[in-house]
């Protein structure tokens, strides 16, 4: 009888493997709250790669609302949503983000990468169809994915190829799906563009507006703020909370009809643990310091035309974004790392963006800007980056 090849996993050698591309992670142990300033191995650096994009997630008031929901309902939810993990908490946040978002309602999930699998996968099968752009979050490519639909992908932030894709298509159902900003390169999408033509053809539209909440439009609406869209313009919106916002979770916000099937149908949803409600209730205190402290996306506009400015000035390969999201170009993996490093030595924390993240020979450096941060730290920034180019070149 013929004996079985041995066909175990090899992990030692797919690590090693990471490790001579320059493609091996590794975590950093913080030791502080999140700020302009970070504690790490008992040293502080200027923090240059955090979400927190307002400056809340140590703010006093967040951190005695937190502190106080958790006298009153304790630290954990106990059960999912429709057991009994819902509490007032949860149903006063959800009814403040629907009236900030100016939509119908929306609905608490655990992650932004669990609302996106839940919203997808619930409204879309294999008869259906999601179009997507090329430079999409991973939560939004692995939704389509595991929805069983037909993915196809349109050109980065170009409307008129997915119009093309959307005229072709024999989709049951067709769901067109982009970020609002996007993580890895800080540009905006065309959101009329893209609104124009899934009303053409009857598709809906869903935007993952995790890094535009919070900081773009009047009031910190986000993206879709920015450019007058309403619930019938985009139909779906995804915000999460743990960046500007300062506190985790996320929410899908829509229509009645949506939410409802939603809380039917969407398995992320009805499957896990409820967050904790003190975490609902400190994010009910980040909504109110968004009307009560608009100086916060103000002084972030003026440090990102700063940085902006003084990077062209230095010749700095900044790539186009007016959001906090300011990505430099560096090309390939070793001298992303190499840049990284040196800067880290310069007590500069700022990651290295790699493959699989972005594609092969486009890593970047991420620079993210907060409200926490000022000007000087801004000009010690940039003259950081000039020298730590200028000895990896």
Same mark, same amino acid.
């Given at each position: ?274 967050? =904790? &409600?003190? /975490?609902?209730?400190? *994010? ?5 310091? !968004? ?5 916060? #996306? %103000? ?55 790699? =493959? &699989?993240? /972005?594609?092969?020979? *486009? ?5 993210? !800007? ?5 000007? #000087? %730290? ?16």
């Amino acid at each position: 009888m013929e004996q079985p090849s041995n066909r175990s996993f090899n992990l030692a050698e797919g690590l090693a493997d990471k490790k001579r591309q320059h493609l091996y992670r590794k975590r950093l142990e913080v030791e502080s709250p999140q700020g302009a300033e970070i504690q790490i191995d008992g040293r502080s650096y200027h923090n240059f790669c955090s979400n927190d994009y307002l400056g809340l997630a140590n703010h006093p008031e967040l951190v005695r609302s937190f502190q106080a929901a958790a006298n009153t309902y304790g630290v954990g939810s106990g059960a999912s949503h429709l057991i009994n993990g819902h509490s007032s908490a949860h149903q006063n946040l959800e009814l403040e983000l629907a009236e900030f978002t100016g939509r119908d309602r929306a609905l608490l999930f655990s992650t932004g990468y669990m609302a996106n699998l839940g919203v997808i996968s619930a409204l879309c099968g294999r008869h259906d169809v999601v179009f997507e752009d090329r430079l999409n979050h991973a939560s939004l490519i692995d939704a389509a994915q595991l929805s069983r639909a037909k993915l196809k992908r349109y050109r980065h932030n170009d409307a008129a190829h997915l119009e093309t894709l959307l005229e072709n298509s024999t989709g049951q159902r067709n769901l067109v799906v982009t970020d609002g900003v996007f993580s890895m390169d800080g540009d905006i999408a065309p959101m009329p563009e893209l609104a124009s033509a899934c009303a053409k053809h009857q598709a809906w539209l869903m935007v993952d507006d995790a890094h535009g909440i919070g900081f773009l439009g009047k009031d910190g609406g986000g993206t879709l703020q920015q450019f007058g869209q309403s619930q019938q313009d985009v139909p779906i919106l995804m915000g999460t909370l743990g960046k500007a916002l300062g506190t985790f979770g996320a929410f899908i916000a829509g229509s009645e009809e949506l939410i409802e099937t939603l809380i039917q149908n969407a398995r992320t949803y009805i499957y896990t643990t409820a967050l =904790p &409600p003190a /975490v609902a209730q400190a *994010t009910r205190t980040s909504l109110q310091l !968004l009307k009560t402290e608009s100086w916060r #996306q %103000q002084h972030l506009a003026q440090l990102i035309s700063s940085f902006r400015k003084g990077a062209e000035q230095l010749g700095l390969n900044l790539m186009p974004s007016n959001t906090p999201i300011q990505p430099l170009y560096i090309g390939e993996a070793s001298a992303a790392m190499k840049i990284s490093e040196q800067l880290r030595q310069q007590g500069f924390l700022i990651s290295a963006i790699r =493959p &699989p993240t /972005v594609p092969a020979g *486009t890593s970047r450096l991420r620079i993210t !800007l907060t409200a926490g941060h000022s000007q #000087q %730290q801004i000009n010690a920034l940039l003259e950081a980056l000039q020298q730590a180019c200028k000895t990896t070149s």
